[in-house]
């Protein structure tokens, strides 16, 4: 049974930061893509970033340069930074790990809340 737990999430006022940790075990599964999507009400899930084990990354339109996903192989971790943060960041982030077997594990998600 693969774990992943996400935390970091919060409420901040436009233009600050926040950073999201999404750490993944009880697995000997090797992993292969770690990253983020979110979700607003009402709205499909969308990506906002991801990593593969070759450090390859992948970012939503909508980014721009304001956030940066990276990884801990030897913590199976994930980390979002976020910088910048506007209005319209404001979501449910998840933490996505598809593991080398090519199994979809999500975390149970955390919020974000940007005010003015």
């Known amino acids: 049974q693969v774990r992943v737990v996400e935390s970091g999430g919060g409420s901040v006022h436009t233009g600050g930061s926040l950073r999201l940790s999404c750490a993944a075990s009880?697995?000997?599964?090797?992993?292969?893509?770690m990253g983020w999507h979110r979700q607003t009400p009402g709205k499909q899930r969308e990506l906002v970033a991801s990593?593969?084990?070759?450090?390859?990354?992948q970012y939503g339109d909508f980014v721009k340069g304001r956030f940066t996903v990276s990884r801990d192989n030897a913590k199976k971790t994930v980390y979002l930074q976020m910088n910048s943060l506007e209005l319209e960041d404001t979501a449910v982030y998840f933490c996505?790990?598809?593991?080398?077997?090519?199994?979809?594990?999500w975390g149970q998600g955390t919020q974000v809340t940007v005010s003015s």
């Open positions: 009880g697995t000997s599964v090797n992993i292969d893509v």
């Open positions: 990593i593969n084990s070759g450090g390859n990354t």
């Open positions: 996505k790990i598809v593991g080398s077997n090519r199994g979809v594990y």
